[in-house]
């Protein structure tokens, strides 16, 4: 019998979905807090988070996973939590960004951004697809490169009903290659003696998360620091329309290297409403046009965007657990392969933008 863990029944019988959530949700959740204290050791020994709690939480649940596989009870708790509280978290996410970002960076440059990405994602999907990586794996490389790294990647995983295995693949080599190029970018930067401007328009453009814009951008400067963080919001924001179009387009994606799954908190496929964006997705377009109208208090911005944080270590925790080490161990080097092509791609795109608005 399907597990019914729809909010009306958890309402109805608490105690009921607290008894079988609960053992995957602590689990989850305490592999989450490793994370973040193997982040906050990361800080205090290097100065700085390489890799971050959420990359933390794959890996540990990973580890975990392959030296013990957690008993049934714990199944639904963590499948909730790589679902549910993933979906929590998006909704939560839109609070951080504005429709006045949008205003802020000027036609011709919000232009040429939402086009970088309009190019970006389905030439990075073609890439991995040569490559031979699965559909949702290489449209999830695609749009973490093109949109916002981790982020983008954990959004669009439920969208596209994508693999445990695929989303922490994407995410793991993603993040690697993510503080490659924070690392690279400046003497890049330098070798094209790009002004401020123009190299924050390229850090934003290219690095993946905004913590990692501030650290890429510092080396040229405030004004690099200030155009790479409102550019990279920018990218934030296409997070809501490709992910629309996304679940439109997820009924046709073919069903290659996926494996069997419960599917107990999925709708029967015949009553499935592709045609219809989910409802995370909306309360994600929803938070940020509260914010665009000041809906939202200024005081509770800051404790909305940690709860965010939060809920995702929490949610890829859940997804190292239910990870098979040697599929995603298997998928190494295409992986590699296509997140290289596209970051190759993602910069080229940049850098031709630079020249179009006078670089």
Request: hydrophobic share 60%.
């Amino acid at each position: 019998m399907a597990l019914d863990l729809s909010m009306p029944q958890m309402l109805r019988h608490p105690h009921v979905q607290l008894r079988i959530l609960g053992p995957g949700v602590v689990l989850s959740a305490g592999v989450g807090a490793l994370a973040v204290l193997g982040g906050g050791f990361e800080s205090a020994l290097f100065g700085a988070q390489w890799l971050e709690p959420l990359v933390l939480a794959i890996l540990f649940g990973a580890v975990l996973r392959t030296l013990w596989a957690p008993g049934a009870r714990f199944g639904a708790g963590i499948r909730y939590s790589a679902k549910t509280v993933l979906e929590i978290a998006i909704v939560l996410l839109g609070a951080s960004v504005s429709a006045q970002t949008l205003l802020a960076v000027g036609p011709e440059l919000l232009i040429g951004i939402v086009a970088v990405v309009a190019l970006v994602v389905p030439g990075s999907y073609l890439l991995g697809r040569a490559l031979g990586l699965p559909a949702r794996m290489a449209l999830l490389i695609a749009c973490g490169n093109g949109i916002c790294g981790n982020s983008a990647i954990a959004a669009v995983a439920p969208v596209i009903e994508a693999d445990s295995d695929d989303v922490s693949a994407s995410i793991a080599f993603t993040a690697v290659l993510g503080v490659a190029v924070v690392l690279g970018l400046p003497f890049l930067g330098h070798a094209l003696t790009l002004p401020a401007f123009h190299y924050g328009v390229l850090s934003g453009l290219t690095v993946y998360a905004v913590p990692q814009v501030l650290a890429a951008a510092a080396p040229m400067g405030t004004a690099a620091i200030q155009i790479g963080t409102l550019v990279k919001l920018v990218r934030v924001l296409m997070l809501g329309p490709i992910t629309v179009v996304l679940s439109l387009l997820a009924a046709g994606l073919p069903a290659e290297g996926r494996r069997m799954r419960d599917t107990s908190d999925l709708a029967p496929p015949s009553t499935r409403k592709h045609f219809m964006p989910p409802l995370f997705i909306l309360g994600f377009l929803a938070m940020i046009a509260l914010r665009s109208f000041g809906a939202i208090p200024q005081v509770a911005l800051a404790p909305m965007e940690q709860a965010a944080s939060i809920f995702t270590v929490i949610a890829m925790a859940a997804l190292g657990l239910g990870v098979d080490a040697r599929a995603v161990a298997a998928a190494g080097p295409r992986v590699i392969a296509t997140v290289t092509l596209s970051l190759v791609l993602l910069v080229g795109l940049g850098l031709g933008l630079l020249m179009l608005i006078g670089g």
